[in-house]
């Protein structure tokens, strides 16, 4: 490529004129199609794309360089000190003048918002085409993560390429020197067990982020779930990431977790996608899964009704009317149910009262285990334990449920009063319930459970209750063994329960 144009070998001539490249960098790569739109340039595509033809400019001797308006990976190309100075500046060489129009300042206070004036918008960009040097800087960390595409790369380069420190170290204090009004850093290098004292001219504690104010008031209003860090959960975070946990709303962003920008916009677009998908539908799909309700078995007793969480049950007239379009089917007002007036279809106290007796007319082993597992952990950790082919003891039943809420208490006592030597109840963890509290239910019934077994002198140690993930094959197979072992010291459950069924 030719740069010379109307610059000539001589500037000072009156008639010549400075070539200007522009822009600097990814004017046209805007993720929007536009150009001066935000961009997302990967590192190998800036290499093997974006910067050869300003590579070939500069050798060919172009003096001026106009800076791009947009922001590329997040960061404004005015204040993109790694462009500009690392790339710009460093590595390629470049001997002149970067170049940009005044209204991109203002930019950076009203559109890209990282400076809060001109002032310090123009501040800003001055640092970033500065190389600061002699400076030293250490990170003291507990703990390091580098996920994310890239972002392990980051990391090395900034310990090799800017000479960053990193100490896995405890800090106990910060105190001012005597001498001077340093700062002194205090605590201890996990890795060499000394304890140091660093000075330091600044020092900032970088706290972890939190979930933006008003996010338990929004989750509370549209009855989304939250993690225990009150970020909004995902439906499932391998197949649902954008799903909340009620149908038709979906989230994005650091709403749900701290993430990087990539993984935002990816989890936008597909929130964006779901949206559409559903409104140009037209209609919406019940589950199948919508619990069915007799009115001729209902005695009003409004239990139901505070139990569900999905605001599917209205009482009206006195009949329990079921919202189908809010109904997700976790069971939990069918187990409250003491007339079995509603019922989860395929999950009904007959279907699995069935599952039990046919699971005892086969008994073999002892101790025998009836294993309750919901749908969307325990029992993929169940499943996972098989095909990741780790060994546990055989004399395991499992019974599928969606949700260990749906688990009525009865149905314990029929699986330990027809032959079971224990019964196992599996889970989610809480804060990953698919129903928002469905687990957090099944503990308080297996606390009931375990009351009513003392009282009739059966050993509680032969109900559990635990929770067990998608990924835990591990543990179920662990868990298992363990509780078998105990069994086993118990006796068979005949012993516990022969003065009882006498009576
Ligand atoms: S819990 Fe059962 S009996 Fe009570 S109001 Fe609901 S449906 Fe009717
Ligand atoms: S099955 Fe669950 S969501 Fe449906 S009405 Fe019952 S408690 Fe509510």
Redesign the pocket.
């Given at each position: 490529m030719g740069a010379r144009g109307s610059q000539g070998n001589d500037l000072s001539g009156t008639t010549k004129i400075t070539v200007c490249l522009k822009h600097f960098i990814g004017y046209g790569a805007g993720i929007n199609g536009k150009d001066r739109a935000s961009a997302l340039i990967p590192e190998n595509y800036l290499r093997q794309y974006y910067l050869p033809p300003f590579t070939e400019a500069i050798k060919s001797g172009a003096l001026t360089i106009m800076l791009s308006s947009n922001s590329v990976n997040g960061i404004p190309c005015h204040i993109n000190k790694y462009y500009m100075t690392d790339i710009l500046k460093g590595e390629l060489n470049f001997p002149g003048y970067t170049v940009s129009d005044f209204s991109d300042i203002d930019f950076l206070v009203d559109a890209h918002q990282v400076a809060h004036d001109k002032k310090e918008a123009t501040k800003q960009a001055i640092l970033a085409k500065k190389q600061i040097v002699g400076t030293n800087i250490t990170v003291y960390y507990n703990d390091v993560r580098a996920v994310g595409k890239f972002c392990e790369e980051f990391y090395n380069r900034a310990q090799e390429e800017f000479q960053i420190r990193y100490i896995k170290s405890n800090i106990s204090s910060v105190v001012k020197s005597d001498a001077n009004d340093q700062l002194l850093i205090r605590g201890e290098n996990v890795f060499t067990g000394k304890l140091f004292e660093d000075p330091s001219d600044l020092i900032v504690l970088a706290v972890g982020t939190e979930p933006p104010e008003g996010t338990e008031e929004l989750a509370n209003l549209l009855n989304i779930s939250t993690d225990p860090n009150g970020f909004l959960l995902e439906s499932h975070l391998k197949v649902r990431p954008s799903d909340s946990s009620v149908k038709g709303i979906y989230i994005a962003g650091a709403i749900q977790s701290p993430k990087d920008i990539p993984s935002s916009i990816a989890q936008a677009e597909s929130a964006a996608a779901k949206s559409i998908a559903l409104l140009t539908k037209g209609k919406v799909d019940l589950d199948p899964l919508?619990?069915r309700y007799n009115k001729d078995l209902c005695d009003l007793c409004r239990l139901?009704e505070n139990?569900?969480e999905?605001n599917?049950?209205e009482i009206v007239d006195d009949t329990v009317n079921?919202i189908g379009a809010?109904?997700?089917?976790?069971?939990?007002?069918?187990a409250m149910c003491h007339t079995n007036a509603?019922e989860?279809p395929g999950f009904t106290k007959e279907e699995v009262l069935k599952q039990i007796k046919v699971i005892m007319d086969k008994k073999k082993d002892s101790p025998l285990i009836v294993t309750f597992l919901c749908n969307w952990c325990s029992y993929l950790g169940a499943d996972l334990a098989g095909t990741s082919k780790i060994q546990y003891p055989t004399n395991t039943r499992p019974i599928h449920v969606m949700c260990t809420a749906m688990l009525d208490p009865s149905l314990v006592f029929e699986a330990l009063f027809n032959g079971a030597d224990g019964v196992l109840i599996a889970g989610c963890h809480p804060q990953d319930c698919h129903?928002i509290s469905g687990f957090k239910k099944a503990e308080n019934r297996y606390e009931s459970i375990t009351s009513m077994l003392e009282e009739l002198k059966v050993n509680n140690d032969r109900v559990k209750i635990i929770s067990i993930s998608a990924g835990e094959g591990q543990k179920f197979a662990d868990t298992i063994k363990e509780f078998s072992e105990n069994l086993k010291k118990l006796g068979p459950i005949s012993k516990d329960i022969k003065g009882i069924q006498a009576k």
């Open positions: 919508v619990v139901c139990v569900c999905f599917a049950i079921i809010n109904c997700v089917g976790c069971g939990a007002c069918a509603l989860v129903y």
